[in-house]
């Protein structure tokens, strides 16, 4: 803290020489006090019981007034001694975990009884103002040395819980998984529950230009630094979860992966991961929240692209032979028919379409293929192709 050298700042250079030696005796007494004082209007410093604390206090309240007294015998001194003091005091009450608003209030309760005890022993009028102003400009400085020393301290505990719960996502993705022994001492060390089941949830931003701070409860893990953007999201079944996910998905397009034991969050991330990879295709639908339990065919199907473009190259040739439209009409109708045992009432209940047409397209497609088209041990195959050959034709036309 950077202070001004001047008269507005330093209110007890205009105090008058001499006002030091008849204010030390007060102290003693005074301490008392405003420690009496302070626990009648700041219950939460009211702590008899506590040995501990009420030493710390009496040290605080009477260091407080001998520092100010000695301000005023030796105006010029470094302020900067006076704030290390405070910036002390703000951190413990941090490191208690304490609020700083029930400090910030037990030094205006000590300034302003300590203000009436001075006034009433003051014989010099003049003194009366310079002293007034001397007490409060005091109390800012000390109290806004305490809050730096408060601030900075929750900022390191902060930055420490963050370095912990980065530690334990390395743990909870790495593979093999880590001991649970290990696992369990860094949870405890960063503050985290540990679940019964979790969900890996891979994160894209919607807008790549304008990153949008994620809003999370303290229990969801999150790392937004990496390559790829992710989070593990405990008891993903629990109340409130989807409504996480779903305020999430409006600025990044969340692809959630399934639910599995702790030890299984690697793999529910990679699930994630790869789902947001077909998404970001176009291959999976991207613009509301992915859950990979609703689209476990494409996901298995793309597992091995490769071998199932070669499988669609060679069984659905007879397809390349049809226009485009007409093309992708009967590759419908053909995977519906696959799914449905090739009964023509479901697959027609399935597209939405007349029973009949699904007859007429059945014999085009007999037509096409010929026996191949009921081969059973070919059907599963087939169908894998099928869905495949479908996705990409939808993802080449959005």
């Keep these: 803290m950077v202070r001004r050298q001047d008269a507005e700042s330093r209110p007890w250079l205009a105090v008058p020489r001499g006002t030091a030696v008849w204010l030390r005796p007060l102290i003693g007494p005074l301490v008392d006090e405003v420690i009496a004082e302070i626990g009648s209007h700041v219950p939460e410093f009211d702590r008899p019981e506590d040995e501990v604390f009420g030493q710390q206090q009496r040290l605080a309240v009477d260091g407080a007034l001998r520092q100010f007294v000695d301000l005023l015998e030796n105006p010029r001194a470094p302020w900067e001694s006076i704030a290390t003091v405070y910036r002390a005091i703000g951190a413990w009450e941090a490191a208690q975990g304490r609020g700083l608003d029930a400090l910030q209030r037990s030094l205006r309760v000590g300034a302003r009884l300590a203000w009436r005890r001075i006034a009433e022993q003051c014989d010099s009028p003049e003194a009366l103002g310079p002293l007034a102003e001397s007490i409060f400009v005091f109390l800012d400085e000390i109290a806004a040395a305490a809050s730096e020393g408060y601030l900075k301290a929750i900022g390191r505990a902060a930055g420490e819980i963050e370095r912990r719960r980065r530690r334990l996502l390395g743990l909870l993705l790495s593979e093999p998984p880590a001991s649970s022994d290990e696992v369990a001492e860094v949870a ?136 485009p439209g007409q093309r992708e009409r009967l590759a419908e109708t053909l995977l519906a028919c696959l799914q449905r045992g090739f009964n023509a009432n479901e697959a027609a209940e399935r597209l939405h379409i007349h029973p009949q047409t699904v007859r007429y397209r059945l014999r085009q497609l007999e037509e096409l293929f010929g026996e191949r088209l009921y081969d059973t041990d070919r059907q599963l195959a087939l169908e894998m192709a099928l869905h495949a050959w479908l996705a990409l034709a939808r993802a080449r036309e959005t």
């Design 188 to 323: 405890r060390m960063a503050g985290w529950a540990l679940p019964r089941t979790v969900a890996g949830v891979a994160l894209l931003e919607r807008k790549p230009d304008q990153f949008t701070p994620l809003t999370l409860p303290p229990d969801v893990l999150v790392d937004t630094d990496c390559p790829q953007s992710y989070l593990l999201l405990p008891d993903p079944g629990g109340p409130g979860r989807s409504r996480i996910l779903e305020a999430i998905d409006v600025d990044w397009i969340t692809a959630v992966g399934p639910t599995v034991p702790l030890r299984g969050a690697a793999n529910s991330l990679r699930w994630a991961r790869e789902a947001l990879a077909l998404a970001r295709r176009g291959i999976i639908p991207r613009d509301s929240l992915i859950r990979c339990s609703d689209h476990e065919s494409t996901l298995v199907v793309f597992r091995d692209e490769g071998f199932i473009q070669n499988v669609a190259a060679t069984r659905l040739a007879p397809l390349e032979t049809l226009r």
